[in-house]
């Protein structure tokens, strides 16, 4: 594929296949200019970051300036996102994402799809998250099993100028193993591109929009090798009738989809350079990485029908990069020029920030060395953070051992005091620790199927006091605590409920006669056990090489 340049226009086309029908509202021979601006995988970003980086302050004055400039240019904007808002910055979470919520109002965002993080909290928190939003939550593959009807808007309907334009949601189906299962009991995600070839035949034949736009949270796979993770953007623009969508918005997987050849993206995207998006049985399909750090623009123009993008970019929030000088000296510079915060938002996130920020600094103990819990190492390889995390948890059970999902794990700690703050954002999610005893022959069951799940995905396990080698779909040398295991003896699990009732596809524990869910929140745990053994020592924790696959 060729590469986009800025400023550049592209000389394909997207049809929107509507040619057939009849009569639209619109203009003939008139030439309609439309710019869709996006996000995704906000994640509790409503704030700059330590660095000035991104926010939803600096966001709203990049989007207002876009607003006035399309506005000159006889054109219209709609703002969308691809979901997540939930889940990731503490001051977020203890305030249930309120203050991003309030923010997008600010912003003016038009829809937003349902993404996975929505439901890290009970579906009570979620609607009140639609009260406080004045865009609507899209989603058409999420149902009610119960009643059958679905639980979202499947689409919404927008007039710019003449034209008629749908947003449809769609959610990975993936929520299901990887959400807190306990939520689940009448919820069903049905396949996404299923519902989306169903909702795009409905709508052609009640509302026959001018375009329609597909707003997902399911993530982009190159080439549609989606691995272990549900099928993707990629997959279903190959699977809908050709030109059927002028663009899906994604999500989910937090890339910059900015591709470097046909069903290849870049590897390290540069903040600022030109930005190709991928383009699939004729439908645009883009995605702005995470956190805000981007805001897309698309350019299109309609004509009779036909619906062309003309210039494409992912604009930088604010981003830096570190220069080392010389000297040894470092500091960050900007990639583009700065962008300045909203006097308005501020006004209105500040509080947010300060009540959120004073319930989090307090220390709660010192660390000597760096805890791993990056994306790259805990989806990947066994981290002495997941040593930690999974000690704690066996401390407050009394457990043999411990396993829980390398996704569970959110961020890393560097050396230092060690804050409330941090843990929360190590584990955000408000999952409960619990345990189960077994003998020793479940154990075995138990591990070789945990055993089995891929890196590069969030169910990739953790283990502590657990020793193996892999190979062929077996475990040799499977020992506990370096004793090997005992298939008449009893042994104590101890892990978080998202795992225990299924989560990431882990075999059920909560149906055992030996299951107990202590109530304890890991993250508080965390605390407590770091503040008992404070300072910790990381370099003791790091692994020896205890598991390995063949």
């Known amino acids: 594929m060729k590469i986009i340049k800025r400023g550049v226009a592209l000389a394909l086309i997207a049809a929107c296949g509507l040619a057939s029908l009849p009569a639209q509202a619109y203009e003939k021979d008139k030439t309609y200019k439309i710019t869709i601006l996006h996000t995704n995988d906000h994640h509790g970003h409503f704030w700059r970051s330590e660095y000035g980086e991104y926010g939803l302050s600096a966001q709203k004055t990049l989007v207002d300036g876009i607003r006035k ?12 996102s691809g979901g997540d808002i939930n889940t990731g910055v503490p001051e977020s979470d203890l305030q249930d994402a309120e203050p991003d919520f309030r923010g997008m109002n600010l912003i003016g965002y038009d829809a937003m799809a349902v993404g996975n993080h929505e439901f890290d909290n009970p579906l009570t928190v979620l609607r009140q ?3 406080w939003s004045k865009f609507p939550f899209l989603s058409a593959n999420i149902y009610q099993k119960s009643t059958g009807e679905r639980l979202f808007k ?10 008629n334009i749908a947003v449809m949601g769609l959610t990975t189906d993936d929520t299901a193993k990887m959400g807190n299962t306990e939520f689940f009991d009448d919820i069903e ?4 591109a299923d519902e989306a070839k169903r909702v795009i035949q409905e709508l052609q034949q009640n509302e026959k929009p001018d375009m329609i736009i ?16 549900a099928p993707g953007d990629v997959e279903m623009a190959r699977s809908l009738p050709a030109g059927s969508l002028a663009m899906i918005v994604g999500g989910h997987s937090q890339n910059p989809v900015c591709m470097a050849a046909e069903n290849k993206k870049q590897v390290d995207y540069v903040p600022g350079t030109p930005c190709a998006p991928d383009r699939q049985n004729g439908i645009w399909i883009v995605q702005a990485h995470e956190w805000g750090k981007y805001v897309g623009r698309a350019d299109f123009e309609f004509r009779n029908g036909e619906t062309k993008l003309v210039h494409y970019q992912l604009i930088p929030v604010n981003l830096k990069k570190k220069v080392v000088y010389p000297d040894g000296k470092s500091e960050r510079i900007l990639y583009t020029p700065e962008i300045a915060e909203n006097p308005q ?6 509080p947010f920030q300060n009540k959120g920020k004073a319930q989090l600094e307090a220390k709660i103990g010192t660390l000597t060395g760096r805890l791993e819990g990056d994306r790259s190492k805990v989806r990947f390889v066994q981290t002495n953070m997941g040593q930690l995390l999974l000690a704690a948890q066996m401390a407050r ?10 996704g569970g794990i959110r961020d890393a700690i560097d050396e230092g005091n060690i804050t409330y703050k941090d843990v929360l954002k190590v584990q955000p999610f408000g999952n409960l620790v619990v345990y189960a005893d077994m003998s020793g022959k479940e154990v075995i069951e138990y591990l070789t199927a945990v055993a089995q799940m891929k890196p590069d995905s969030g169910a990739y396990p953790q283990f502590a006091n657990v020793s193996f080698v892999a190979k062929d779909g077996k475990l040799n040398d499977l020992k506990i605590k370096g004793e090997p295991v005992d298939p008449a003896k009893t042994y104590r699990i101890a892990t978080l409920n998202f795992n225990a009732t299924g989560g990431d596809g882990y075999p059920h524990l909560d149906n055992k006669p030996g299951y107990v869910n202590t109530g304890y929140i890991d993250a508080e745990v965390l605390k407590q056990y770091i503040e008992q053994h404070s300072p910790i020592d990381a370099n003791a924790l790091e692994p020896k090489g205890e598991v390995s696959w063949q």
């Open 69 to 80: 400039e399309v506005a000159a240019d006889g054109g219209s904007v709609l703002l969308l």
């Open 129 to 131: 998250q639609e009260k």
């Open 154 to 163: 499947p689409w919404a309907l927008f007039k710019r100028q003449d034209l």
């Open 189 to 192: 995600f049905r396949k996404p």
């Open 214 to 229: 597909a707003i997902t949270h399911m993530g982009h796979y190159d080439n549609g090798e989606h691995g272990s993770n």
């Open 345 to 350: 938002m501020l006004s209105l996130l500040t």
């Open 397 to 406: 059970t009394g457990a043999d051992f411990g396993v829980m999902s390398g």
